[in-house]
Structure formats: C-alpha cells, structure tokens
C-alpha cells in the first residue's frame, strides 16, 4: 500500500520550536515527529472514547469527587 501525504501548515514558530526539539531525538524531520505526535494523541483520544464505566465505576468516582468537594 502506498503511503499518501497531505499537507498541513503550522506556524513558523512551532516549526522552529519543533525543530530545535528534536536535534537529539531520533525523529529524523519535523514531519517525522508532528506524525508520531498526532498519531499518539489520535490513538489516545480514540481509546479514552472507548472506556465503558459500570455504573459501579460512575458512582466511585463521584463519591470520590465529593469526598474532595468537587460536587455537592
């Protein structure tokens, strides 16, 4: 399969900044490593949508929200 490319822009500021970043890395261009970090908040977001609580689940955790105080 042929990998297929598109083109995104990102300020001149975050290129350089990303650039500078990755000298010691082993990320070989900026392109590189913007894919590696998408891709690994991509696979993140998808997974938290994934995550199924029980109803037990729900209710510790608001228990616990308001042991803290953050809900009455």
């Keep these: 399969m042929d990998e297929k490319n598109v083109t995104v822009s990102i300020s001149k500021e975050n290129y ?3 650039n500078n970043y990755i000298v ?3 990320y070989d261009s900026v392109d590189d490593y913007v894919n590696f970090v998408l891709s690994e908040v991509m696979n993140e977001l998808i997974s938290d949508d994934e995550i199924d609580y029980s ?3 729900e209710e510790m955790v608001k228990e616990r929200l ?4 953050y809900m009455d």
Excluded: F, K, S, W
Excluded at 66 to 69: E, F, N, S, V
């Design 66 to 69: 308001r042991a803290l105080g």
């Design 16 to 18: 350089d900044l990303i």
């Design 55 to 57: 109803e037990e689940d």
């Design 24 to 26: 010691d890395l082993e």
